[in-house]
């Protein structure tokens, strides 16, 4: 059901808003292709994502999952596809199931069966299949008495390298055990671990001899008692027990606990090949400690021999886990250079049996991505960002601490992310371009450079050929300090040069983040739908982006709107000057940090004739406290609020307030933590008060971003309207009435598909 509150003010308009493109849609089709046509909001929602892709040990296949909407659910769910690795056969679906997910697969070590999560009965359950299809077998049987720890569900699992059994994690989450079934013999699931505490996430050591596990020290059972018997007030901040390392043996199931100390929480952990090492991250224990961003987390090196821990960071920085080198010679992870806050990501190579730890790329002003080794442990390979678009790079451990750059292996336009399986010698990667939705594809290492010899081994969204989409542009222009800066434009549909279109300013979120040469059809931009409606779409990489080197980054410090606010307005200029945008028309959207920059661009100029603010702040004192993320704040704006008081009231757009005259939209997720609803409150409450037309739509999850598919698609059709009326003097704004209605055509859609589905089930 919709739950969505609309807030009404100034304007309180109603009328019948048509799902599908207006007819006059049609007048920017020009010389497109005739069998092509506009992209629709509903296409937009029933766009499939790619996801959990994996190659199977002996190379020949991948496995991977597709989110396919179904609306009669208001839902996405998921399902399992297997491909050759070499395109040999075309993709199939594994599973079908009405409603329900199938997630986490993985395959086990003999290639011949994969296994995967499924909640299709009451509760999440563990099951294993042949690649050749076939029935899915059970593994997790809550019916079997033996088995009976699984009736309240599958947390997690994994295959042992020996291929002699599949380990689960079963029960309700605060008793969760580990459970062995075998691979080998058709018998029941028998519990291996019968811990004092929750078992929270584990792994098979490589020699499948023993599993490694992390659990709290201690369980509060008058904590859960009192939840349980309605006593369910929430403590802030609420005190944690430590969480450590343990081992539980399989062949006599002792156990032996690794990390013991009260000053940290053992959060993730990794393993050498040679069973001779555990390299993991820690938490503080501290109560008031920023954990949510894990900027106290520090890297060890247990010694599994002697069962020392050998700590290797002590900083405020958060660093990234890492891996292990196929050799089990080095530990490699990631930080902020020389472990300063803001800083490039960098990779730090640690030798396992001692010495210093090596910088690689210390002069490369680009941040390292995560970490894949190649099979002689003498190279990384790893994607980073440049720009606009997103590429592959490989490093030489030897020498890279004396290299300024690594090298570059694809030069695409477009983002590639994905990573090297050093066992099946191929990389899996995810590309994704301004005309293609995200699809897998796999490459060998002396073809990773040419993108026609890659294989692509997914096909999600072949509707995607149907539709007439805006053209991609990489733009640049002169900012007020000299500095060039870099976007994206989008130009409508059958772009007619000499005329002049209206424009929406799409401002990305982060602010460390950065619009790419993606395929861009969510609810957060849809730019095709401007597009197919007339509409050219500015996407701007403003100041305080990355990718664009790691003073650009943080010039935006100190000075957390001004120039970055001059970067948007003159790429706007500059559009207007190239006669390609009516400067009369314009309009701006956008969502976190682009709500940020939205609120402070309403009250800074009365340029804009609409603009749709998505979670942004309003006002940085009382944000400060409201949120769960401190520790990046402190940095832009010199400390906290009482040590730079003024600073964030100057930067604060509530400041500014009575000079905003621009009808503004505002949407938030009613239990956000990153940016609480109470700053749109603020923004809503004074807009109300001077007058200024304002909507106000509150969608009822408690996240940073919209997850349900008919929120997603009330956010996208209300802000689009929002334009339509303010930009272009459309009568009206929205309606629930049309809204409904248009959903009924898919629903009718899917359940004939579901039919013929369950018609034809192998």
């Not at 954990?291 to 920085?317: H, K, P, W």
């Not at 640690?350 to 080794?373: C, E, T």
């Not at 900012?479 to 279109?501: A, C, F, M, N, T």
């Not at 410090?557 to 970055?564: C, E, H, K, L, V």
């Amino acid at each position: 059901m919709f739950r969505v509150r609309i807030m009404k003010a100034v304007v309180a308009v109603f009328v019948v808003l048509a799902l599908a493109l207006p007819l006059a849609a049609q007048s920017f089709t020009g010389a497109q292709d005739k069998q092509k046509r506009p992209m629709t909001f509903m296409d937009v929602m029933e766009l499939r994502g790619v996801g959990s892709g994996s190659i199977s040990p002996d190379g020949k296949m991948v496995i991977y999952t597709i989110s396919i909407p179904q609306w009669k659910a208001g839902k996405n769910f998921t399902d399992v596809f297997i491909a050759s690795s070499d395109g040999s056969s075309a993709p199939r679906q594994m599973t079908y199931t009405k409603e329900k997910n199938e997630t986490s697969p993985q395959w086990a070590r003999d290639s011949k069966a994969f296994g995967f999560l499924s909640d299709r009965g009451e509760k999440q359950q563990l099951y294993i299949m042949r690649p050749d299809g076939g029935e899915a077998r059970q593994v997790s049987d809550p019916a079997n008495a033996s088995g009976a720890g699984a009736k309240d569900g599958v947390g997690a699992y994994a295959f042992s390298r020996d291929g002699k059994w599949v380990a689960f994690s079963a029960g309700k989450p605060e008793e969760r055990q580990l459970w062995l079934a075998s691979l080998e013999k058709d018998d029941a699931p028998v519990q291996l671990s019968k811990h004092a505490a929750p078992i929270a996430s584990f792994q098979w050591s490589p020699d499948s001899s023993r599993i490694f596990f992390i659990a709290p020290d201690r369980v509060d059972k008058d904590d859960q008692t009192r939840k349980e018997k309605k006593f369910d007030v929430r403590i802030a901040d609420e005190q944690k027990p430590a969480s450590h390392l343990w081992s539980i043996d399989i062949a006599d199931k002792s156990e032996k606990r690794w990390t013991t100390s009260e000053d940290y929480s053992v959060s993730q952990f990794t393993q050498s090949m040679d069973n001779a090492w555990i390299g993991f991250r820690s938490v503080s224990t501290l109560r008031h400690a920023n954990t949510t961003t894990q900027d106290e987390a520090e890297i060890y090196l247990l010694n599994l021999a002697s069962g020392e821990a050998r700590r290797l960071t002590n900083n405020s920085v958060g660093e990234g886990l890492g891996r292990f080198s196929p050799d089990s010679k080095l530990l490699v992870f990631t930080a902020e250079d020389n472990f300063q806050d803001m800083r490039n990501s960098k990779f730090y190579v640690v030798p396992v049996a001692g010495g210093p730890i090596k910088k690689l790329l210390p002069q490369w002003d680009h941040s390292a991505g995560q970490a894949f080794w190649s099979a002689d442990s003498k190279t990384i390979y790893f994607g980073e960002g440049i720009g606009v678009d997103g590429h592959l790079f490989s490093v030489g451990v030897a020498d890279g601490d004396k290299s300024t750059a690594p090298t570059q292996l694809t030069h695409e336009r477009g983002v590639i992310g994905g990573g090297f399986d050093y066992e099946a010698g191929l990389f899996l990667l995810n590309f994704t371009d301004p005309t293609q939705p995200g699809n897998y594809y796999v490459a060998r290492p002396e073809n990773i450079g040419q993108r026609a010899r890659w294989t692509r081994v997914s096909d999600a969204n072949p509707q995607v050929a149907q539709f007439q989409l805006g053209e991609f542009e990489t733009v640049h222009w002169k900012s007020s300090d000299g500095k060039e800066i870099e976007g994206i434009l989008v130009y409508p549909v059958g772009y007619e040069k000499g005329k002049r279109y209206p424009l929406v300013a799409q401002i990305h979120g982060g602010p460390a983040g950065a619009d790419m040469n993606n395929f861009s059809a969510g609810y957060g931009s849809y730019v095709h739908i401007f597009a197919a409606n007339g509409y050219a779409v500015l996407k701007p990489n403003y100041r305080g982006s990355d990718q664009y080197g790691e003073k650009f980054r943080m010039e935006i410090i100190g000075d957390y709107f001004r120039q970055a606010f001059d970067d948007i307005m003159l790429g706007v200029d500059a559009l207007i000057a190239r006669g390609i945008v009516d400067g009369d028309k314009l309009g701006m959207m956008g969502w976190s940090a682009g709500g940020h920059w939205s609120n402070w661009t309403l009250t800074h100029t009365n340029r804009f004739k609409a603009i749709s603010s998505g979670a942004g702040a309003m006002n940085w004192i009382s944000m400060y406290a409201q949120t769960d993320v401190q520790s990046g704040r402190e940095t832009y704006f010199g400390g906290k609020p009482w040590e730079n008081w003024d600073y964030y009231v100057k930067i604060s757009p509530l400041k500014y307030i009575t000079n905003a005259k621009t009808p503004t939209l505002i949407h938030v997720c009613d239990g956000d933590p990153r940016v609480p609803k109470p700053q749109s409150d603020e923004l809503h409450m004074a807009l109300k008060k001077l007058g200024v037309p304002v909507e106000y739509i509150v969608y009822p999850q408690n996240s940073h971003g919209i997850t349900d598919p008919r929120y997603q698609m009330v956010k996208m059709v209300s802000e689009f309207n929002w334009f339509e009326k303010w930009i272009k003097g459309k009568p009206g704004w929205f309606d629930w009435k049309s809204l409904l209605a248009t959903l009924e055509e898919p629903k009718a859609q899917e359940e004939k598909k579901t039919e013929k589905a369950d018609i034809d089930e192998p």
